[in-house]
Structures are given as C-alpha cells and as structure tokens.
C-alpha cells in the first residue's frame, strides 16, 4: 500500500460526484477524489444518519444527505456504495434527481443482479457504467476508508455493448485515476470469476469459523489460543460485514452453487487421497496450489513477506 496518492490533478475529471453509500468503499473513494481533485463537488448520501453526522466530523464531502434524490441533483457521476441487495430501491428512490448525461456506476460484487435492478429505474439519457474495485478490507463504516484503498488493485467494469462507449472511458479514467487496474468484461463472466475468488472462499471461512466456534469438542478460548496458524487466517475473511455477505451469496446464487459443486468433487477427491495414503497426489495439488500463491505475489496483490506481512510484536 502506497503511503500517499499521486499529484492532485489540474482539472478534475467531473463537476459533481455522489457518493451513495459512506462504508468502507464509499468514504475511500469520496477521500481519494478530493485529494486528487477528481470532482469540484463531493456528495455524501446516506440514510444512516449517525453516519451523515460522522461524515460531517470528518469534513470528507462538500455536502451531506439522506435524501437521494437531492444528493444525486446535478450530478455528472453518481457511484452506488450500498450492498448489492438495496441497489434496486436507491436507484428507485434518486430517479427523480438524475439529470440527462449523468453516468450512474455501482461497486457491487455481484454485476448481473445489480444491472437487473438498476436498469429498469434509470431514465432515459443517462448512462450505467457497472463496476467492481477488487479491494476491501474486513472493517466497515466511514472511518474504516483511506484513500489508498484502490491503488494497484483491480477495477472491473461490465457494461453493456450498447452502453455510451465516452461513458464507459470516464468511469475507467476515475478508477485510473485512483490507482486501480481496469479491466471490462461481461457480467455473466465477472459473477463466474468473482463466485471462486471471492464469494466462495468466504463462504468456506464463514462456515470454518462457525464450525470451529460449534465444536463441544474445543472451548472458545483454546480456538483464540491457537489460532495462530490458518484458522485466523480465515477469522479474518469472516470478520466482513454480514449484510453486504448475505446479498452478495443471494444475488450471486447460480455462479456460488456452481462453484460449490466443483469444490465439493475435489474435495472428495482429496478425502480419498488421504485415506488411500496417495501422498503422491497430496504432494502435487500443494505444489501446484503454492504457485499460484507465488503468481499472486508476483503480481502485485498481496505482500511476500513471512507471516503475510503482519508486524510481529517485541
């Protein structure tokens, strides 16, 4: 993580930004747009009112509200920061403020769903760019984002072929801007990769920590004391916020299932392996699975230091 942005840039790339949405990803991207001038105007929509009233301590956006059809009035950009599941009732609630040109994007992790719900609430003339900045961390709310969030991680946009193509380039020239690596791609294939990569291991961790936590076997406090191997690893992942989590395996079911299917036959695979003794095929699946770890490393998505880069203490 670098520990500052780049030079603010001369000319901001739109008048007006919305923010809908001040969680982690919302006040990352509203902190990475005014310190590189992204946007004259910031805007802070959000129902939670104790957030608003934090976001007006932290003094990150221009103007603060709960009503979404105000925030998004005269908007160039309004960007989606809400789980995936609510998206449909925001987009219905600001309809009435959006002004002909506008580009409407998300950050949702789920894209199929999102575009279903959005689309049919847009008016004519203005644009939908859906994207998804591969980034996060397992804390939530505004003081949990930095501006820095994006940088060297991936930004995946999925719009539509018929979708503005000037459109799509500003919402890519943002996320640039803030340091992510953009690539497009189609819905269908983003929900396919992201159910492996993403939605499907934390599920797993979900449910190791929650089977490790049931065990009569294992006194919550040994599970604590020896979790300094992969369990808390897993904690980690588990730790993420359980409304955005719920939505993201509902609105992504096909793809989640998919997948689980898969990793259920390899795992009996695996299951048979051990109890066969078949160390041979042991050794190979580890070996295999230690590259593409190295593969991660070398392209620049997690640290490569001993024990995942975490500080040791004394």
């Known amino acids: 993580m670098p520990e500052r942005l780049g030079p603010p840039l001369k000319e901001p790339l739109f008048e007006r930004v919305a923010i809908i949405g001040l969680g982690l990803i919302g006040s990352s991207i509203i902190r990475a747009a005014r310190q590189l001038n992204l946007a004259r105007d910031l805007v802070a929509v959000d129902a939670n009112e104790a957030v608003l009233a934090r976001v007006r301590e932290l003094k990150i956006a221009d103007e603060v509200t709960a009503d979404a059809a105000v925030g998004v009035r005269d908007a160039d950009l309004v960007i989606l920061c809400v789980p995936v599941g609510a998206c449909g009732v925001v987009a219905r609630a600001m309809r009435g403020g959006l002004k002909a040109g506008a580009i409407v994007s998300d950050v949702g992790s789920v894209k199929a769903s999102v575009m279903a719900q959005v689309e049919p609430h847009l008016p004519d003339g203005v644009h939908f760019v859906p994207a998804h900045p591969v980034a996060g961390t397992e804390h939530s709310g505004p003081d949990a984002g930095f501006s820095t969030l994006f940088h060297n991680r991936w930004c995946i946009l999925t719009p539509r072929e018929e979708t503005d193509e000037a459109a799509t380039g500003r919402v890519r020239a943002f996320w640039e801007a803030m340091g992510s690596n953009v690539e497009v791609m189609s819905a269908q294939h983003h929900d396919l990769v992201l159910a492996i990569t993403s939605h499907v291991p934390h599920l797993i961790a979900y449910n190791i920590v929650g089977t490790a936590a049931d065990l009569e076997t294992v006194t919550q406090s040994e599970v604590i004391k020896f979790s300094a191997g992969g369990f808390r690893d897993f904690t980690r992942i588990a730790a993420s916020d359980p409304t955005m989590w719920r939505d993201v395996f509902l609105h992504n079911k096909e793809a989640v299932l998919e997948m689980l299917g898969r990793l ?21 699946l580890f070996t295999r699975t230690r590259a593409i770890r190295r593969g991660i490393i070398s392209e620049g998505q997690d640290a490569a230091e001993p024990d995942f880069g975490r500080r040791r203490q004394g």
């Open 264 to 284: 259920n036959e390899d795992i009996a695979l695996l299951a048979r392996a051990i109890r066969w003794g078949e160390g041979d095929k042991l050794f190979d």
